[in-house]
T-cell receptor, first 118, second 109 residues
């Protein structure tokens, strides 16, 4: 099946620094990728939809200047948390949509990146 | 290797009961999640099991057997709105999520 990877899997950083998280589709080309944030035992909160070659679409309440998304190729999207603060500590999950999959809405999820801001 | 298996698609009748199975093989185990995802929407958290047994939450119940690497999600009194994809995911020893491919549940009147 389709595989989505994320790097790094875990990152600890100091308050005020920026952190970049990569999301890659390993065996398919993803025109659309999604970035989610998950709080413990809670539903995934969609942060933004990333489309290759165009600007990301952010959900209401998500600061686009703080969470920079770049979808530079059909297999890579990056999320950069700028000037991170402790409240940004969370589990970030990406997913990718395979346009050639039978179901148009099928998303393949990455393993997640745990961000801890000290 | 790490692997999660769940049926691709299931069909059930409104008002009936359906059980969605999930088997897994992971490096370490820090719990199993079930999510519901309607088309075009973000996954909604349904349950989290880390100990063996059955956890009931309204019309939905989730069961876990760690020794068998097995879980199921039980949906009772099915409603048309329950038509969705149901995702099984485990968390390994590194607290990474391993996702099943999802089970598309179709509810018929």
């Amino acid at each position: 099946g389709a595989v989505v990877s994320q790097h790094p899997s875990r990152v600890i950083c100091k308050s005020g620094t920026s952190v970049k998280i990569e999301c890659r589709s390993l065996d398919f080309q993803a025109t659309t990728m999604f970035w989610y944030r998950q709080f413990p035992k809670k539903s995934l909160m969609l942060m933004a939809t990333s489309n290759e070659g165009s600007k990301a679409t952010y959900e209401q309440g998500v600061e686009k200047d703080k969470f920079l998304i770049n979808h530079a190729s059909l297999t890579l999207s990056t999320l950069t948390v700028t000037s991170a603060h402790p409240e940004d500590s969370s589990f970030y999950i990406c997913s990718a949509r395979d346009p050639l999959a039978g179901e148009i809405d099928t998303q393949y999820f990455g393993p997640g990146t745990r961000l801890t801001v000290l | 290797g790490q692997n999660i298996d769940q049926p691709t698609e299931m069909t059930a009748t409104e008002g009936a009961i359906v059980q969605i199975n999930c088997t897994y093989q992971t490096s370490g185990f820090n719990g199993l999640f079930w999510y519901q995802q309607h088309a075009g929407e973000a996954p909604t958290f349904l349950s989290y099991n880390v100990l063996d047994g059955l956890e009931e939450k309204g019309r939905f119940s989730s069961f876990l057997s760690r020794s068998k690497g097995y879980s199921y999600l039980l949906l009772k009194e099915l409603q048309m709105k329950d038509s969705a994809s149901y995702l099984c995911a485990t968390m390994d020893s590194n607290y990474q999520l391993i996702w099943g491919a999802g089970t598309k549940l179709i509810i018929k009147p």
